[in-house]
């Protein structure tokens, strides 16, 4: 029901910053909590951030935080993930996720969500 399709990747040196976007259609995005997750290449897809349906709470995996910022804006059905001092290891494709009306507490798997987008690439060159 949930379509997502991802947008903002591209390259970037050592240091820069990027913004994705998440845009969602086809469902109420309130309903959803959005994950984000990353595949680089030879390694396996990993989690990266949870946004809870209204952004009230929020998650980062250990090696973003500090760096990364998740939120949204449901009125414009987008969800964003703000990328600062970006590092080569963070190459990967991104790729949002919706999880109905989950907390976002906690560790997640990929495989906990569905209605995942097409991904987009971000390469961080040294």
């Known amino acids: 029901q949930l379509h997502l399709v991802e947008s903002g990747g591209g390259l970037v040196q050592s240091g820069g910053s990027l913004r994705l976007s998440c845009a969602a259609s086809?469902?109420?995005?309130?309903?959803?909590?959005i994950g984000w997750f990353r595949q680089a290449p030879g390694k396996e897809r990993e989690g990266v951030s949870c946004i809870t349906t209204r952004g009230g709470h929020t998650n980062l995996t250990d090696s973003v935080k500090g760096r990364f910022t998740v939120s949204r804006d449901n009125a414009k059905n987008r969800v964003y993930l703000q990328m600062n001092s970006l590092e080569p290891e963070d190459t990967a494709i991104y790729y949002c996720?919706?999880?109905?009306?989950?907390?976002?507490?906690?560790?997640?798997?990929?495989?906990?969500?569905?209605?995942w987008g097409p991904g987009t690439q971000v390469t961080v060159s040294s």
């Open positions: 086809g469902a109420a995005l309130d309903h959803y909590a």
């Open positions: 996720a919706g999880y109905l009306f989950h907390d976002c507490r906690g560790h997640w798997k990929p495989q906990s969500f569905g209605s």
